[in-house]
């Protein structure tokens, strides 16, 4: 006989909790983490997106960025925030 596990919303929500304190140990600033800004790969690594959904985010207005020649960079702060908002 096979047991069934239920997910409550409220485990969802710890899981959640668990999972943006640890990005938020990843990204600290003064751990390893001392730029300012980030390329596009690298927010894209950070949030585990794909470049499509990287793209929306920028063309909705969620994720501000700074276009330098042909290189897209993204503030560290702004990320935070967007973690903090939730994706």
Known sequence: ???????????????????LNEIRQIIKPGQGQSKQWLKSVEVRK??????????????NGTLRFTKI????????????KLLEGGL
């Open 69 to 80: 020649g042909g290189m897209l960079y993204y503030k560290l702060k702004d990320i935070h």
């Open 1 to 19: 006989m096979t047991t069934i596990e239920m997910i409550t919303r409220e485990d969802l929500k710890q899981f959640k909790s668990e999972l």
């Open 46 to 59: 950070l949030l585990n997106i794909s470049p499509g959904t990287l793209q929306n985010l920028r063309i």
